[in-house]
Every structure is written in C-alpha cells, then in structure tokens.
C-alpha cells in the first residue's frame, strides 16, 4: 500500500507543480526542495499538458482500467481493489533492500512496477488472467544494481579498441598494439586504454616501445586511471610536442634525463594531444551506448550514474554533445535499455538549470538529470592525488590539486543555492578535506537542505575523515575494485602504513553514518557490482590469501545495499528505484545461487537474467 499512498502524496498538491505528476515517478520528490519554481504559470501549464499528452501515448503504461496512471479516476482510486499482476515471481529467496520486509519469497509486478511482495498465499491473490508465473526453485533475487560511478559512453568506444587491461608484460603491450596497427589504415589514430604499469613492474611506457610499429599511425594510449596517457613519437609530432614544450598547469610532460618528452603526458598536459585526435562520430557513440548497456545488463546493471566525457582537461561540451546526440536520441526512439542518472561539468550548471526548469529532472522513466561535477585532484596511479604527506619515490610531490578552490567554490555555492546536486572527485586525503572545508562553508552560506553533497572515490582518508562523511551526512560514492587494482601501488606510493590506515575505508565510513554508495568507475575498472561486493567483504588482493585491512570487511547485506538503496539515495532516485518495495519500478537480478547463506559467507554467484520495468532484458 506504500504506493497507494505515496500517488496520493502526490495528487494532494496543486497539479500544475510539474514536477509532482506522479506518470514518470522518477523525480517527483526532487521538487520538494528545487527553489526554481518561480517559472511562469504558463511554461508549467504546457509542460504539465504535454507530460499528459506523453504518458497517455506511452504503451508501457496501459491506461486500462485500475491503471496506476490514471490520476484523475478518483473513483478508481478509491475503488482499487488487486488487480491483475503482469508477472509473479515465487519461490524464490527474494532480498529486497528494504528493511521494511528484509526478504520475500513472491513479488508480483504490474505496469512496470512491483505491486505486492511477501509469501505466495498472499501474492497468489493478484495471479489472474495472463499473468505470467516464474517459479524460481529457491534461487536468489536482488534489486537491480545502482553503479554510482561510471562513464558509460567511453566505456562503450573502449569495447572497439585497443584493449590494455590487465596486461601485464611490455610485449603483451607492444603486441596487442601492433595487432591493432594491422587492422587500420595508414594515417589513423590507434586509440585505446586501460594500461597499468604497476602490473609490469612500474616503469612507465614510452613511444620508444612503439615506434618502430607504428611509424605512419599516430597512436594515444590512456592508463586505467584516465589521468595519464602515452603518444607514440607520430602523435607527439602532430601535437607540437618538442623538449621545448613547457609543462602546462595542472599537468607534466614526462620527459628523459635529457629533456626530450617521453611520450608520457600527466592531466592537463593530456590536453596537447586531445585536440588532435578526431572526433568520434555520432554513430560511433550511440553504438556505444548500446554496446554498453548490453553489457551492463549482463552484469546485473538496471541503472548507472554517468559521469560522461568528463575528465582534467577534456572539453565540457563532451558531456551535453552525448545527452543531445546519443541519450536523448536514444530516448525518443526507445532505445533505452537501462536507467541513467546524468552528470555535467560544473561550469555548465546553469545549463543543466535551464533544463531542469524546462523538463524537470526526470525528462522520462529512463534518463534522470542528476547534477554536476568536478574535480579536487588527479589520480594515485598518476601519482596526481592530492595528500598531506609527499609520495614515497617523490619526496617533493604531494599530488595536484587540479582545480581552484575559490572558482570551485563559487560555483558550487551558485549550483547548490538553485538546488543541483554536486559531485566532486577528490581521492587523496588532502583532496577529500579540501572538498569537505568546502562543502561545509557552502552548507553555511545556503543553509540546511536535503543536497546529498558527494564525494566520487573518496579513496584515502586521514584519520578524522570518515567521522566529517557521517556529520555531514555527504555521500561516499567509492569503487571497492578499485582496492583489488591499487593494492600494491597504494603500498608502494604511500608506504605501507599510510596505506593500510587510510585506504578505502568502507566499515569505517559506515559507522561513522556516512551514506556508502558503490561503483565501478567503468571502464577504469569492469561493470562488475557482483565482483565489488565480494571485494568489499573479503578485501583480498590478487595474489594474496589475506584481507587488506580486515576490519574494513563489509558484511553482504551493507555491501548489498552500498548497491541497490544507498545507490539510490546518493542520486535521489530511491523513490523508484534502489529497494524491491511495492510501488517501485521492477528492476531486479536473477542470481544463479540458491543458497543465501553461502551467498553471505563467500559473495560468490553470477547473473541469471537481469529484469528491467518488469521486463527480461538479459539473457
Ligand atoms: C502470508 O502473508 C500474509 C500477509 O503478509 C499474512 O497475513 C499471512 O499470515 C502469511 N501466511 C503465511 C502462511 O505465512
Ligand atoms: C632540443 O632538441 C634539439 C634537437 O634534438 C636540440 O638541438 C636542442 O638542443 C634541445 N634543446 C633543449 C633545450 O634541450
Ligand atoms: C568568487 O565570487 C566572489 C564573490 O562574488 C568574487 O569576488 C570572486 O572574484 C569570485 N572568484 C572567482 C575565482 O571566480
């Protein structure tokens, strides 16, 4: 009955308040606190006719009679009696996310949303006429997976070039690449990412590994991390890059004992080459985006929070060129196939406010507008985080701090004071107080409100920390694979003790009552919540038999909900979505485990079939 009365809610206030029409339900609680409700009555009425013009045309919804949608039959309303679910799930280990009714073993689902949950005898009740039954042999089912961080297009183009991860030798390296220069043209740019020294030792890559192969393609390859990349001699030359090239702010042109650049170019000095390399057509990034929604269907994903195009020294318009060309396009021909919750550069926030005051946060059931976001410093693989104490080889590097703080902060202070959500990367210690400081005096300026203020990776944390993340209730939106990938680099940057005080400090953060929320940062590390959440139980590195820092260890259901709930809180989308709870949209995972407490104990068990809206969406 949750959803009865949560329509309700809705219906009780004026109807020309746009936001509040319940017919996409994602977003309504965020005119709670947006302050822009000042736009003409006019804009309001014609908004509010053509949302009613659209969900009365949308398929989904099925305006028969009883319909959820139907908000104007009062009489309906009061005369709702069970209806006739589409699709019955029973005898199955359902794990909700909702501490409400922590688990179920039936959930009935109607029009796209969960309608009923508890034990068959009481589901059976709404099986009629064409409902579809699942009986699932004790299997286990969960909430769709929420990743909080990803950047899904990029990750989608990576799928189609040269593929660095996980490699671990220079002639693997040097090979997969020529592999790649086999299959181009002369004169096209090999592109590809996802390399990690630190698997091959720790010396950093140099053009001198490639240019004998590749003396006609100039070639760009970014580290896993996105904040280092590597030019072969060809692209170096393309881009004017000679050992009289200065080092820009924010950035380092790696370069030899004799001053010639290496190939090697830290943040902003990525910004050389970028120009040069060509654009990817509008073809190339909505394949991509189909591309990547497949695969996060196959791991689980119902929704992610994208972080776009947007990295230190990337063009902002990235992010908008993807939200008119490939989302929103996708979007009008129904080509979605998971949620997406979106994130711009901070500078364009009052873009993004144009938007939101002209459509809402929720321009469909599929894309969410989520906020803005930007960066306090680099990256430990880059040696480009920001901390209190120098790196252990760089006794005079402390990191960068890759954005000023006066500008950031005016800026935040103006996109939070019109109500958007801010996000701001920050990974070393220093990075993650600067960016608490910060959002502490906007909080003093701005005043109390429900913001939700996030932190993306919040990765090492002096000792204080986690306890300013729970009084300030701000979002920690961490990636606990990355653990797995910084183990030993983390140990060998930081030493060992910074590194086992202050890494990833999810029990820590949890306790302190800060709001965990898990993600992968695709395609820095895979789409993988089932892998992150047996990372954060067990926190073993490869090649190791012992947790880093056992006490830090999640229990299954925290790390669960790091996923599902808490995912969806850190985005504002837990009214629909994050918890199977009746009147929420019905996106859930088919595990193919079905013992719970072996799930518990170990965290091992894979996608079945993942549902999205009530609907198979994979296999
Ligand atoms: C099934 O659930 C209903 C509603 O929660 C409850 O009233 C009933 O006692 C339950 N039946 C059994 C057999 O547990
Ligand atoms: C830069 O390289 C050129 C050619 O290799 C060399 O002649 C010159 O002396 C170098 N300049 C500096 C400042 O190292
Ligand atoms: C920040 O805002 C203040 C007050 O409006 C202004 O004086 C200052 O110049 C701004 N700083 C930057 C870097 O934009």
Same mark, same amino acid.
């Given at each position: ?12 206030? @004026?109807l ?15 005119a ?8 003409? =009555? ?8 053509a ?6 045309? %949308?398929?989904?919804l ?23 679910? /589409?699709?019955?799930?029973?005898n ?18 109607r029009?796209?949303?969960?309608l009923?949950?508890?034990? =068959?005898?009481?589901? +059976? ?5 064409g ?21 899904? !297009? ?55 590994w ?28 393309l ?8 080092? @820009? ?12 650049p ?43 929070? /994208? ?19 490939? $989302? ?14 979106? *994130? ?7 873009? %993004? ?15 969410h507008?989520?906020?803005? +976001?930007? *960066?306090?410093?680099?990256?430990? &693989? ?15 590097? $402390? ?13 935040t202070?103006?996109? /939070?004071? $019109? &109500? ?11 990075a993650?107080? %600067?960016?608490?400081?910060? =959002? ?28 300013r ?12 694979e990355?653990?797995?990938? /910084?183990?030993?680099?983390?140990? +060998? ?21 800060a ?5 992968? #940062?695709w395609?820095?590390?895979? !789409? ?11 926190r073993?590195? @490869? ?14 259901d #925290? ?29 859930f ?14 965290? $091992? ?9 009530g609907?198979?969406? =994979?296999?």
């Amino acid at each position: 009955m949750v959803s009865h009365s949560r329509w309700r809610a809705c219906l009780s206030v @004026p109807l020309s308040y746009k936001e509040q029409i319940p017919v996409f339900g994602i977003g309504w609680v965020r005119a709670q606190y947006s302050p822009e409700m000042n736009s003409s =009555y006019c804009t309001l009425l014609s908004a509010f006719i053509a949302l009613l013009a659209v969900f009365v045309s %949308l398929p989904l919804l099925r305006p028969d009679a009883h319909s959820f949608f139907m908000p104007f039959n009062f009489e309906g309303w009061l005369s709702w009696r069970a209806p006739t679910a /589409d699709l019955v799930l029973r005898n199955a280990v359902i794990y909700t996310s909702d501490d409400s009714l922590p688990f179920a073993d039936s959930l009935a689902v109607r029009n796209g949303r969960i309608l009923r949950l508890g034990n =068959y005898s009481y589901v +059976k009740e709404l099986v009629g006429f064409g409902t579809k039954e699942l009986n699932l042999k004790g299997k286990i089912v969960v909430p769709g997976f929420i990743d909080s961080h990803v950047h899904l !297009i990029p990750g989608g183009l990576q799928m189609s070039r040269v593929q660095l991860r996980g490699v671990s030798e220079r002639d693997e390296f040097v090979r997969r690449v020529k592999e790649a220069v086999r299959k181009s043209k002369p004169g096209s740019w090999i592109l590809g990412g996802g390399w990690n020294n630190d698997l091959w030792g720790g010396a950093l890559p140099m053009a001198s590994w490639l240019d004998e192969i590749t003396p006609y393609n100039p070639v760009w390859l970014s580290r896993m991390d996105g904040h280092m990349g590597l030019a072969n001699s060809l692209a170096l030359k393309l881009a004017g890059v000679t050992n009289l090239s200065e080092d @820009p702010n924010g950035g380092t042109i790696m370069r030899t004992p004799t001053g010639e650049p290496t190939g090697l170019m830290i943040d902003s000095a990525m910004n050389f080459v970028h120009p040069y390399i060509p654009e990817v057509s509008i073809g190339e990034r909505r394949e991509a985006l189909n591309k990547a929604s497949n695969f996060a269907l196959t791991q689980g994903v119902t929704t992610i929070v /994208d972080f776009g195009r947007f990295f230190p020294g990337s063009s902002i318009e990235l992010s908008w060129e993807d939200f008119s060309d490939v $989302y929103q396009w996708a979007d009008s021909l129904g080509k979605m196939r998971i949620r997406v919750c979106l *994130f711009f550069p901070l500078e364009t926030w009052s873009r %993004l406010l144009d938007v939101v005051n002209k459509v809402g946060h929720a321009m469909s059931q599929w894309i969410h507008l989520g906020g803005v +976001k930007a *960066f306090a410093d680099g990256s430990l &693989g880059s040696n480009s985080a920001l901390f209190y104490e120098p790196y252990v080889e760089e006794p005079h590097n $402390y990191g960068l701090q890759v954005s000023d703080y006066e500008k950031l902060f005016n800026m935040t202070l103006a996109a /939070d004071n $019109y &109500g958007l959500q801010v996000a701001i990367h920050a990974i070393g210690d220093r990075a993650n107080d %600067l960016i608490l400081d910060m =959002y502490d005096s906007v909080l003093a300026k701005n005043g109390m409100r429900d913001r939700r203020f996030r932190i993306e990776h919040a990765q090492h944390l002096a000792r204080q920390t986690p306890a300013r993340f729970g009084e300030q209730r701000i979002v920690a939106s961490v990636q606990p694979e990355h653990l797995l990938d /910084d183990f030993e680099c983390a140990t +060998k940057k930081l030493g060992l003790d910074r590194a086992q005080r202050g890494s990833y400090l999810f029990q820590s953060l949890l306790t302190s009552n800060a709001q965990l929320a898990f993600g992968s #940062d695709w395609p820095v590390v895979n !789409i993988n919540p089932l892998g992150g959440i047996r990372t954060a139980m067990k926190r073993i590195p @490869p090649n190791s038999k012992d947790a880093w820092v056992p006490s830090e260890c999640l229990s299954v259901d #925290d790390a669960l909900k790091a996923y599902t709930i808490s995912a969806a809180q850190a985005c504002f989308l837990d009214n629909d979505i994050g918890s199977l709870t009746p009147g929420k949209l019905a996106d859930f995972v088919l595990l193919s485990t079905d013992s719970w407490d072996d799930f518990a104990a170990e965290g $091992y068990a894979s996608v079945e079939a993942t549902y999205v809206g009530g609907v198979k969406a =994979y296999p």
